[in-house]
């Protein structure tokens, strides 16, 4: 079992909707991040939080807005997103550091009607 | 900038035969970290390895083992014996030294292992 629990497995919403979207890691660990993937790419980095700070925003649309409320949790709130948003949300947990390996959670499916 | 190459999209493979991932980055810092990551169809990246730059130490572990030669700048990684369990995406990753944890990946390759 993954150390790194998302929720929900899957999704799916119209683009009128705001969902939310939820990761959890209990390792201690105070970075934690987001990455978008589409099929048969690799995954994309969205945001970075060290120390529940924002550290890295890689020029996200404001329509995916990060939040980390304490060291364990990371959410992703969407809002008003389109069709080619629909992809792979992989939230993953480590060490601070860029030698730290990152763990990953299972992602949410995310499909945009 | 970084850049990490898997040139090999694809490979299929018979149960039992050994292969090897290719894997070659380009990057200017003089500390760096390579990893390797299995995807499986489930979804999760599984970590693998972590080499850092200054240790060009070879590795095994059970099946598994890395060569990694910073003269060619390849991070290679063989699967001896392979089962069909290790049918999965591999994508190879380079993070710079710094404090942020920004993985630049390689395009993946698709492992598939024949029964």
């Known amino acids: 079992d993954t150390e790194v629990t998302q929720t929900p497995k899957h999704l799916v919403m119209g683009m009128t909707n705001k969902k939310s979207l939820k990761c959890e890691q209990h390792?201690?660990?105070?970075?934690m991040y987001w990455y978008k993937q589409k099929a048969k790419k690799p995954p994309e980095l969205m945001f970075v939080?060290?120390?529940?700070?924002?550290?890295i925003n890689e020029s996200v649309p404001s329509r995916f807005s990060p939040e980390c409320p304490n060291s364990s949790l990371l959410n992703l709130h969407l809002h008003a997103l389109q069709p080619e948003d629909s992809a792979l949300y992989l939230c993953a947990s480590s060490q601070v550091g860029g030698h730290q390996p990152q763990h990953f959670g299972d992602g949410t499916r995310l499909s945009i009607l | 900038a970084q850049k990490v190459t898997q040139a090999q999209t694809e490979i299929s493979v018979v149960e039992k035969e050994d292969v090897t991932l290719d894997c070659v980055y380009e990057?200017?810092?003089?500390?760096?970290?390579l990893f390797w990551y299995k995807q499986p169809p489930s979804g999760e990246l599984v970590f693998l390895i972590r080499?850092?730059?200054?240790?060009?130490q070879n590795e095994i572990s059970g099946r598994y083992s890395w060569n990694f030669q910073k003269s060619t700048s390849s991070f290679n990684f063989t699967i001896t014996a392979s089962q069909v369990v290790d049918s999965a995406v591999y994508f190879c990753?380079?993070?710079?030294?710094?404090?942020?944890?920004?993985?630049?990946f390689g395009q993946g390759t698709i492992l598939t292992v024949h029964p």
């Open positions: 939080y060290s120390y529940e700070k924002l550290s």
């Open positions: 390792m201690g660990h105070r970075a």
């Open positions: 990057t200017r810092d003089t500390t760096y970290y």
């Open positions: 080499r850092n730059s200054f240790d060009e």
């Open positions: 990753a380079l993070s710079r030294g710094t404090s942020y944890g920004k993985l630049t």
